[in-house]
């Protein structure tokens, strides 16, 4: 079974600019959740998603924003990008919102913000 | 606040010998589930133990236990018999599990380096 995927793998923005990452779960699963991982540091979480509705959001300002789609894919979107929106973003897919299951983590998308 | 704190920004450790990463924890929450991830170069974070608050055993997988000390909040892990692919960054990570939602929180990492 295919694992979470995430596109594209790496890019490259300057700032000011806006930029949509993609991200499918494993097959089955109905949360997605994002996070970002600045060089040196644990991931962060930025929002989770469940059923086509937000779950969960971390403390991230409202350039960041998300959706999840009928097939349970989601995109993030971040608007006027900074210098600091250069992270690698993480997304995770599991089986239901909360209680006992486990995150499984995609390859996650590189961007940097020049 | 919940906090989650790994001490050790690095350690070596030789081949086929054991190793014990350290994570501490601080919540005031009853239900909550520690989890231990590996982070090699290429960045996908590869998932590999789990341990609920209420678990009495401590969980193994492999390789891998995970030591569960509750009344000193800490959940450190261990690798036994240390392989080359295990030198990676390792997470510590904690969901809380009243939230209603399934987000992790991190600690800052360790990186360990298997020398052979």
């Known amino acids: 079974d295919a694992g979470v995927t995430q596109s594209p793998t790496h890019l490259i923005k300057t700032r000011g600019q806006q930029v949509t990452l993609r991200c499918s779960p494993i097959?089955?699963?109905?949360?997605v959740s994002w996070y970002q991982q600045v060089l040196g540091q644990g991931p962060q979480f930025i929002f989770q998603?469940?059923?086509?509705?937000?779950?969960g959001r971390g403390n991230f300002p409202d350039r960041f924003s998300a959706r999840q789609f009928p097939n349970y894919s989601s995109e993030l979107n971040v608007n006027a990008l900074l210098l600091g929106d250069s992270a690698l973003y993480l997304c995770?897919?599991?089986?239901?919102?909360?209680?006992?299951?486990?995150?499984?983590f995609g390859p996650g998308t590189r961007l940097l913000v020049l | 606040a919940q906090k989650i704190t790994q001490t050790q920004p690095g350690m070596f450790v030789q081949e086929k010998e054991a190793v014990t990463l350290d994570c501490t924890y601080d919540?005031?929450?009853?239900?909550?589930?520690l989890f231990w991830y590996k982070q090699p170069s290429s960045g996908e974070m590869i998932f590999l133990i789990y341990q609920g608050s209420y678990d009495e055993q401590n969980a193994t997988e492999g390789r891998y236990s995970l030591n569960f000390q509750k009344a000193r909040k800490s959940a450190n892990l261990v690798i036994s018999a240390s392989q080359l692919g295990d030198s990676a960054m390792y997470f510590c990570a904690m969901r809380f599990d009243q939230t209603g939602a399934n987000n992790l929180f991190f600690g800052t990492g360790t990186r360990l380096t298997v020398i052979p």
């Open positions: 919540t005031s929450d009853q239900s909550y589930g």
């Open positions: 998603y469940y059923e086509k509705e937000e779950r």
């Open positions: 995770a897919s599991s089986g239901i919102a909360g209680g006992g299951e486990t995150q499984y």
């Open positions: 097959s089955g699963h109905k949360s």
